[in-house]
Structures are given as C-alpha cells and as structure tokens.
C-alpha cells in the first residue's frame, strides 16, 4: 500500500493564480480531512470528507474548494491564491472519524507570492 | 483561544534522559491522540488514547479524562527521538496542539 500520497510536494504560485493540491489513499479509508499547518500554530483543518459525495467545511475554509467524487481522491482547489495560503497542507485519512488512527501524507509546501 | 495547550514548547535531553511532555485540553473529547512530525516534515500517529495507558516499545501515553490532562513519556531517550510530538485531541472535530520540540543530544 502507498498510504496517503500527495502532489505536488512543492508549489510556487503567483497571487491570484490556482492550482489544485491532490491527495490520494489506497486504504479504502472512508474519512479525509486536509490541514493547514503554519508557524507557531497547530495544524488546522480546512474542509473534510466523511465519503464519496460528501464534504463539510473545517475551521479555517475560505479560499478552499474541495469534492469527493471517490472514495480514494480527495482534491483541494485554490480558487484565487492569496499569499495568506503560504503554508504547508497536510492530507490526512482515518478508517472512520471517531476515534481512528490518522495517516498522513508527506505534505505539500505552497508558497504564494 | 487554544482548546489544546503542550509544554514544554521545547525540550533539549541527554541520551538516556527519561522525558515527558504534557498535553493540557479544554474541550469534551472521545480520544486523544499524540503525533511525531519528523525533521523531514512527516507526521506519524503514535497513539490513540480514550482512557488509561498505553505502551509502545519506550513511549507511554496517559491521560487522565477527569482533569483533561495526558503526557507522553519517552524511556531512554534517543538521538533518532528528537521530533516535534504533537498532541491532537477528538471533539466535535480534531484540534491540534502547537507540538513540542524534542532535541536529544547524545
């Protein structure tokens, strides 16, 4: 198994550009969830996904866009980067929510200028 | 507001040192869980906790539900220990403690 696989692992966009970070899992785990994680604070989840088809809004999802159209994809768009969105993003996925192991991906660094 | 707070923030220990790392929370939870996020950036979860202890090789996690407190202790630290641990707790949805940084000089 590959576990949590993320692309690309580095990204330099310009403001008010997009892009779509991807996050793939071949654990047939039914939750994903993407993080933001910046200095000096925890990681903070954006959107995340309890299926395929369903997707609800975390605690910081402005400028994020996210869809479930399978149960292994689970992409983060960019609409209009902002060099607020500076951070490294963190895909993650559980069997379930409650009270599962979390997997990580490797992160995707994005640097917006 | 933080609903998770860690100490210390940073932590530097000699080879062999016996370390432990609090994770202090303010939210009702259904688990606790700690994280390794190696230099590289990797995160790792290390464990799951509802209730009591639990052992993995030299780490111990414990938590205590009543005074919404758990530690993570490492037995005979290690150089390849040294890591941010990240103490992360499950409520209405996960809330991440800044982590705490771990140096073990040999």
């Known amino acids: 198994n590959a576990g949590v696989t993320q692309t690309p692992k580095f990204q330099v966009l310009k403001t008010g550009q997009s892009m779509t970070l991807q996050c793939a899992q071949d654990?047939?785990?039914?939750?994903m969830s993407w993080y933001r994680q910046d200095p000096g604070m925890g990681l903070r989840l954006i959107h995340y996904?309890?299926?395929?088809?369903?997707?609800d809004q975390g605690e910081v999802p402005n400028g994020y866009n996210v869809s479930r159209s399978t149960t292994e994809d689970f992409p983060l768009r960019l609409l209009s980067a902002a060099p607020s969105q500076t951070s490294v993003y963190f895909c993650?996925?559980?069997?379930?929510?409650?009270?599962?192991?979390?997997?990580f991906g490797p992160g995707t660094r994005l640097l917006v200028l | 507001k933080n609903e998770v707070e860690q100490s210390p923030q940073n932590l530097t220990a000699q080879e062999g040192e016996f370390i432990t790392i609090n994770c202090s929370y303010s939210?009702?939870?259904?688990?606790l869980h700690w994280l390794q996020q190696h230099p590289g950036g990797g995160i790792v979860s290390l464990f799951m906790?509802?209730?009591g202890k639990k052992k993995h090789g030299r780490l111990i996690a414990t938590i205590n539900i009543q005074e919404k407190h758990s530690s993570l202790h490492i037995t005979a630290s290690h150089p390849r220990d040294s890591a941010v641990y990240i103490c992360?707790?499950?409520?209405?949805?996960?809330?991440f403690g800044t982590g705490t940084s771990l140096t073990v000089i040999p």
């Open positions: 993650a996925s559980s069997y379930s929510n409650i009270g599962e192991t979390q997997y």
């Open positions: 654990m047939n785990h039914e939750y």
């Open positions: 906790l509802s209730s």
């Open positions: 996904s309890v299926g395929a088809g369903i997707t």
């Open positions: 992360a707790v499950l409520g209405n949805q996960f809330y």
């Open positions: 939210v009702g939870i259904s688990a």
